[in-house]
């Protein structure tokens, strides 16, 4: 051990020190025994005899005569004398109310009893020599002053005393037993004394009963022994013996003090060196000894005391800190102002220890105090200690009894205000070291606590284990819970406590090899490593290297992960986890599927749903209390996976994804990022909620990439040159658990080519559009519902999908395009490469609105159109109804069909392409009904029709012609008209009869959507000949028609080379105005005296629609 040797050789020098004493109670037997001597002189002898008053006056004079060499200054008054004789002849007198005088006359001493006996040969020569003395009563006060002087009071005004130490009374005795008075007096005996003690300097006061004194005149030695009673507030007194032996020859002497049961504050106020003991409250017992040399300087103070049960309490205010008992021995060496501790023992159930050390006491300057310390007033104690055992083990302060096999102290323990510094303890248990520095305080109002810790290295559990079960308790528990196993080191710990104030832990520390558990639920972390502190209220662990070993998927390193208590003052605290993870994406959602999580449990998937590699960030918050709920836990997920495949997110797809983003909480599961769905590209989001509605259910939202490559790569593979370029659709699929995924798609059709040849439709990929698809992606993809709206077509309808993935079906329920389809439309694959077939079921077609198409689609094979339309609208008022034909694209849009003329007569025909676009022939068997039927002419019967149509160019525009073969006109009030106009009565007779038969009718005319230009007309027969042009619309049946009729044409048209067809060399010029329903007819007479070739030249041109219109 260190010895505590001041650094300034000035400050050892040894101070001149006044000759001193070893203790209160040995001083009081010293100067009481003084007092004693002063009765020697007044012993008597006789029979109980009550003397006389003037033989008391007598015996006062004598006595004070046999005094005065011994103490001039002291005289004796005597109240009674009872003269009595033993059985041994001794004499014996018996003094009542003695009283010791002083020189003034003041009474230093009265005593209620006193018996003395003499020596009888002395007696019989006229001495008197007093053998024995024994004293009954007295009471006595001794007052220490605050120097250390002694002052005795007798009891009577006035008869104080004053030694300046015991060598002083010691002196006085030996001054006392050598006179020739009192040489034989070998025995002084006192008993029942009452003594009132007061200390100036602790300010306390004793009351002392029961006291004994015994004075034994040894032939070389000088011999007493004081014993009396303390009056505490215990349940019993502690009594006090104390003895001095003093060498005649050499005045030198050796004292003891045996305590039973003193009170520490008061052995504390009567030695220097035992000063400490004032903080305690606890009873002691045990031995004390000194010697005083020649020249009146003590020895060393040995000391050995045993502590019972009592408490550590320096004042009223601070909170008791019990033992069960201490013991030690102590040796004070007044010459070094050193106290030797040879051994010190504590032994309780909150700790037992064994040390040795040394003491130096200073005064409040700080200066080291040494001598016999009469009169001084330690300040404070240096102390060195030395353990050899230490158990520290408080009743619910630590959860095991810590123990070290050794340790060293040093310390300054200050008085007043009591203190405790601690300038260094180290504790070392196997390869644990342990040092504290710090202050230990008793403020007014408590204890005040300032200590900081450092260690080497411990174990976790060891670690808890110093951890004071009552400090921070729900950190500390929650640690022990959860620092399970390791080794921790570099830990620096500061704790501070404060009256009235919240203790503070300030605590930090590294570990390296432990294991970690941040969820009772989850594995721990293995291999941990990283580093802790706790400052004020706020608690982190940091996790600098560790893994965590889920069940599948391997290691899961979670470096970088944070534990927190922000306020571990909150009831309860909440525990805040960041739990980095860096593994396999089979080792992460592994974790995740533990509680609290159960991710993928709650989605009905495996763990092992992909590969790739996993970096998330988990942030847990859970409260500290004894049981944690699942429902307690909050979370929340963020994260990246990257190199992402999986074939069974998707069934019977593959997707890939370089980079993920991953959110997840208790309300569901995120997933986002760009990939491959096949060789689909995709921007998408997978979204899995969670809750009791949701179980196996998952979504995925967000955009694709459109193409013809990407729907075959899907297993989509429509038809050649249907798709072109490339686009954007917003999809969404929902993922149900052991169901095919069911998809939603949108698209504007940015960027997309589109073409559908058997309607001669297209969409450029410039233009926009608007797509809306509902999938089930099975094995075999099937599109539930399709609509699509662009450039004019507008569809609504379903795709099937053959086991090739090929197009088996697509049915429209509705097509309209550009205003000229309205109807039913499927689509029928006819394999792989192949050009689809096309079947229009039922609805409308407007021929008026067509975009006349010229030629093939280039880049677009040709497909089959059959068509069963339940109207074709040719013009106005022109329609085919029933309307079935087999149609082809290829080469041009061609093929044939029949219908029914405005749902009445049926006709046939054939389309065929032309530079235009595609041609129409029409033929019947019954021309006249066809006419009827479209409006044109009723009044006609028979013949056979072959009708042209060939388009223009112009939308719903055909330049037609039309041939006619041997028909036959009854009641045709239009041309009755004519004919009663010019006069014809044969012919009219036969036309209101059996009718005219025209061997020859044509027609070459112009279509328009809305009338018809006739530009050349004629029918002719045997009895009449007819031309006609000019105009008849078709919506308002307005006729603007001119030409000539011939009449008996037979001969008339000999000429007709000089005339136009259908006109002989004469006829007569009409002109038809007015509506189908009403027309207007005018003849001119005149007209026939005009050869064909004349009205050739001078005739008016027939009215024609001018350009553009229709």
């Known amino acids: 051990m260190t010895e505590l040797v001041p650094s300034d050789p000035v400050a050892i020098k040894p101070r001149k020190r006044r000759r001193g004493g070893i203790g209160l109670w040995f001083l009081i037997g010293m100067v009481f025994s003084v007092g004693l001597l002063g009765f020697a002189a007044l012993g008597l002898s006789g ?17 004070n005569n046999a005094m ?45 009893e006193v018996r003395t006996s003499f020596d009888a040969k002395a007696l019989l020569k006229g001495n008197i020599r007093p053998k024995s003395l024994r004293i009954v009563g007295g009471r006595f006060a001794i007052r220490r002053n605050a120097d250390g002087r002694l002052d005795l009071d007798f009891g009577a005004q006035g008869s104080t005393t004053s030694w300046r130490s015991v060598a002083e009374v010691l002196d006085a005795a030996d001054k006392a037993f050598s006179d020739p008075t009192l040489a034989q007096l070998t025995t002084i005996e006192a008993e029942a004394m009452t003594l009132s003690l007061s200390d100036a300097r602790s300010g306390q006061q004793w009351q002392a009963g029961d006291g004994r004194l015994v004075l034994e005149n040894r032939s070389s030695e000088l011999a007493a022994q004081i014993s009396f009673s303390l009056a505490l507030d215990q349940t019993r007194p502690a009594r006090i013996v104390m003895t001095a032996v003093s060498d005649k020859a050499t005045s030198s002497a050796r004292m003891t003090a045996a305590v039973d049961g003193i009170a520490a504050r008061d052995l504390a106020a009567q030695s220097a060196p035992l000063a400490w003991l004032a903080a305690l409250d606890a009873p002691i017992s045990g031995r004390l000894a000194a010697a005083i040399d020649v020249s009146g300087q003590f020895g060393p103070l040995e000391s050995t005391l045993e502590i019972g049960a009592g408490v550590l309490r320096p004042t009223p205010q601070t909170a008791p800190i019990a033992f069960d008992r201490a013991g030690m021995t102590l040796a004070y060496d007044p010459a070094q102002g050193r106290i030797a501790i040879s051994a010190l023992s504590v032994e309780s159930p909150s700790l037992r220890l064994a040390a040795t050390g040394q003491s130096f006491i200073t005064d409040d300057t700080g200066a080291f105090l040494s001598g016999a310390l009469i009169g001084a007033e330690p300040a404070a104690f240096l102390t060195q200690i030395a353990f050899s055992q230490v158990m520290v083990d408080p009743a619910g302060l630590f959860q095991a009894p810590v ?18 510094d601690i300038g260094q303890l180290t504790l070392t248990e196997a390869a644990t070291h342990m040092a504290l520095k710090g202050r230990i305080a008793a403020d007014p109002k408590g204890w005040r606590v300032a200590l900081d810790v450092a260690l080497d290295q411990i174990e976790s559990d060891k670690l808890i284990a110093l951890w004071p079960v009552r400090l921070v308790t729900k950190t500390r528990n929650w640690l022990a819970l959860n620092l399970l196993d390791g080794t921790l080191f570099a830990v620096k710990a500061a704790v501070r406590l404060a009256p009235d104030e919240e203790p503070r832990l300030s605590l930090g520390y590294k570990f390296s090899g432990t294991e970690v558990r941040f969820l009772k639920a989850l594995p721990p972390v293995m291999s941990g490593s990283g580093y802790s502190n706790l400052e004020g209220r706020r608690y982190t662990l940091v996790l600098e290297k560790g893994h965590v070993t889920p069940p599948v998927g391997g290691d899961i390193d979670v470096a970088g992960t944070v ?24 080792a992460a959602l592994s974790l995740l599927n533990q509680p609290p999580f159960e991710f993928l449990t709650k989605a009905k998937r495996p763990v092992d749903l992909g590969q790739g590699r996993a970096n998330l960030v988990t942030e847990l918050r859970f409260p500290l209390k004894p049981k944690v709920l699942l429902d307690d836990v909050t979370y929340a997920v963020t994260g990246q996976i990257s190199d992402f495949q999986s074939d069974i997110l998707v069934p019977n797809r593959r997707v890939v994804a370089p980079l993920l983003n991953v959110i997840a909480g208790k309300q569901g599961l995120n997933v986002a990022g760009k990939g491959l769905l096949d060789t689909l590209p995709f921007d998408v989001t997978f979204e899995q909620p969670f809750g009791p509605g949701a179980k196996g259910r998952a979504s995925i939202a967000g955009s694709v990439a459109i193409s013809d490559a990407a729907l075959r790569d899907l297993g989509v593979a429509l038809p050649n040159g249907m798709i072109s370029g490339a686009g954007v659709g917003q999809i969404k699929v929902d993922l149900k658990a052991d169901q095919p995924a069911r998809l939603t798609m949108s698209s504007d059709l940015q960027g997309l080519g589109l073409s559908l040849p058997a309607l001669g439709w297209s969409k450029s990929a410039p233009k926009s559009g608007t797509l809306s698809v509902s999938a089930v992606l099975g094995k075999i993809p099937e599109i539930t519902d399709l609509s699509l709206k662009a450039a004019g077509l507008e569809a609504n309808g379903a795709i099937k999908l053959n086991d090739g993935g090929a197009l088996d079906t697509a049915q429209f329920d509705r097509v309209q395009l550009d205003g000229w389809i309205d109807a039913q ?44 339309l339940d109207r074709l609208i040719v013009s106005d008022g022109f329609a085919l109804t029933s309307f079935v034909g087999s149609f082809s694209s290829k080469g041009g849009f061609n093929g044939s069909f029949t219908g029914n003329v405005n749902g009445s007569v049926p006709v046939r025909g054939v389309v065929v392409p032309s530079a235009q676009g595609s041609a129409v022939r029409i033929t019947s068997d019954d021309a006249g009904r066809v006419m009827a039927a479209a409006g044109i002419f009723a009044n006609a019967r028979g013949g056979t029709l072959d009708l042209q149509l060939l388009p223009t160019g112009a939308k719903g525009e055909y330049q037609g012609r039309a041939k006619i073969g041997t028909i036959r006109v009854q009641n045709a009030s239009v041309l009755a008209e004519l004919l009663s106009a010019i006069s014809v009565v044969g012919v009219l007779e036969q036309l209101n009869g059996n009718g005219l038969v025209f061997n020859q009718a044509d027609v070459e005319f112009r279509l328009t959507p809305d009338a018809v230009e006739v530009t050349a007309g004629s029918a002719v027969g045997a009895s009449l000949g007819v031309s006609v042009a000019g105009i008849y619309e078709t919506g308002s049946k307005a006729l603007a028609m001119q030409g000539v009729v011939s009449p008996v044409y037979l001969l008339n048209g000999i000429g007709s080379f000089l005339a136009r067809k259908g006109e002989g060399l004469f006829g007569f010029s009409y002109k038809i105005r007015g509506t189908a329903d009403a027309p207007v007819i005018k003849v001119n007479p005149l007209s026939i005296l005009t050869p064909g070739v004349v009205r050739r030249i001078f005739g008016k041109p027939a009215p024609v629609l001018p350009k553009g219109n229709g």
């Open 47 to 63: 029979k109980p005899l009550k003397l006389p008053v003037w033989a008391v006056a007598e015996v006062e004079t004598r006595i």
């Open 403 to 420: 123990r070290f096999s050794q340790g060293s102290l040093d310390l300054r323990l200050t008085l007043k205000p009591f203190a405790v």
């Open 68 to 112: 005065s060499p011994v103490a001039s200054d002291l005289s004796l008054s005597v109240g009674a004398i009872e003269v009595m004789v033993d059985s041994d002849w001794v004499p014996r007198l018996a003094f009542e109310d003695l009283r010791i005088l002083q020189g003034n006359g003041t009474a230093l001493m009265t005593l209620p």
């Open 825 to 868: 439309i499927a689509l029928k694959g006819r394999g792989r490469g192949r050009a689809v077939g096309v079947s229009i079921a039922s609805g409308t077609v407007d021929l008026r609105r067509l975009a006349i198409q010229r030629g093939s689609v280039p880049g677009a094979e040709d497909g089959p159109l059959e068509v069963r």
């Open 563 to 586: 534990v927190k208590i922000p306020d571990i003052n909150q009831r309860p605290s909440l525990v805040e986890v960041t739990l980095k993870t860096q593994s396999s994406l089979t």
